[in-house]
């Protein structure tokens, strides 16, 4: 990259106030509010965000809507956050929308607001690139929370998604459920669909409610919606339960268990916007009186059949993916993630027959001794590697040694680097199955690794 890639890298070394979003929005206005031209499907939740906006990439893409993406965070390559129909934006565009937001940040910076964050400055870099590539719809992710979430700029989205939630960023969203899962709700506006996972009943209600006083219909997702009827080498079917009681059978290429309520969600909300939800921008809302009369225009125009292929051609690194011939990688990086991979991993261990090793790596701000715990106590590991992953907040390796030794039944070796540890874990399971779990940016250093 240019100049776009070495400024971005510094920021984070002269800038750690997050702006409100009243400055937020200022520093919209300044870029012409590129976000009230389009419709936006807005994604929150814990676990399984990425997921649900690569499926309705894929989807919407099938159907012939031309669609930004906004997501957090890249595994190799910042572009990876700007996706257009699914693809990273070209170098071109991305140079030219840094160019235009830092234009409009230091002009702001003149009349006494504060340099954007990082993840503040990339949001209006995808805002001016999906104005300037004229798609017909955003999917965007939300950073770490909701309610106070640079995303949550975002006046009039057409549906807002929550996904799984569980322990993350406590020490910023809360010690409990109750208290993250009304962060997440935050996100909720006023006449907006709301879809979200319905298992955990105390979260549910918590969405429920916030949904209530918005005034915003309710869809949630739970185990009755859909069943996978069956699982293989790469692969995820299920059948699902649509608004008109019909049912679809969908192939996920994915064979993580995690994934059915991921896509279930996704069909969940266009199958609402298609039917229940509208498509409008600030000027046509304005033109109508009631929710009820805006409800009955601009329906969004997608059938079962795209729906169908848009989830069979979804695309989506690092959740589950097999990288190459028995190698795995996962970016579970909290206890809830954690959960779901193991489900997963232990169903492709018993399928395949071959023996399960595991390398790891965590930041230090993740609870790496709970999601330890959970892996020394859930699967017969042959090994497990450890590794330090190069970033200011991954842990030492002999710090997560120490951790591992204390509770795996068997042995744990630890590795300064990605690449060492790549090549020696693939030597140590030739033939049988390697497990590569933890933080996002470990699977950005292994993908990285095997690609070279």
Known sequence: MGNAGAYLKQIPMWTRKKNSLEDVRDFLG????PDREIPAIHVAGTNGKGSVCAFLTSMLKEAGYKTGTFISPHLVEVRERFLINGKRVEEAAFEESFDEVLKVSRR?????????????FLFYMAMVIFKRQKVDVMV????????????????????CVITSISMDHTQYLGDTLIKIAREKAGIIKKWTPVIFA?????????????????????????????RVEDVGDGWLEISARMLQGD???????FEAFYQAENTMLAVRTLDVLRWEGRMLTEEQESQWNSPAESESRGFWNITNDQIIAGI??????????????????????????????????????????????????????????????????SLDWAAIGVV?????????????????????????????????????????SKGELLFCAGSLYLIGEIKASLDE
């Open 30 to 33: 300044a870029l012409g509010h």
């Open 140 to 159: 965007l992710e939300t950073g770490m929370g909701g309610r106070l979430d640079t995303t949550n700029v975002l006046e009039k989205p057409s549906a």
């Open 108 to 120: 702001m910076e003149k009349t006494g607001y504060c340099h954007p964050t990082f993840f503040e």
């Open 198 to 226: 319905g298992r955990q009943r105390e979260i549910s209600a918590v969405i429920e409610g916030q949904a209530f006083r918005a005034g915003s219909a309710r869809y949630p997702v739970g185990r009755e919606d859909f």
């Open 312 to 377: 069979k051609k979804t695309t989506w690194p690092g959740r589950m993916e097999q990288a190459a011939p028995g190698i795995y990688l996962d970016g579970a990086h909290n206890p809830g993630g954690i959960s779901a991979f193991l489900e997963t991993a232990g169903e492709i261990e018993k399928r395949m027959g071959r023996k399960p090793y595991l390398l790891f790596g965590a930041v230090s701000d993740k609870d790496y001794q709970a999601m330890a715990r959970q892996l020394c106590s």
């Open 388 to 428: 330090h992953i190069n970033c200011q907040r991954g842990m030492e390796a002999c710090a997560l040694v120490e951790v591992f030794e204390g509770m795996a039944s068997c042995e744990v070796i630890a590795y300064e680097d990605a690449r060492s540890a790549l090549e020696d874990m693939r030597e140590r």
């Open 247 to 253: 049912r679809l059978k969908l192939k996920i290429p």
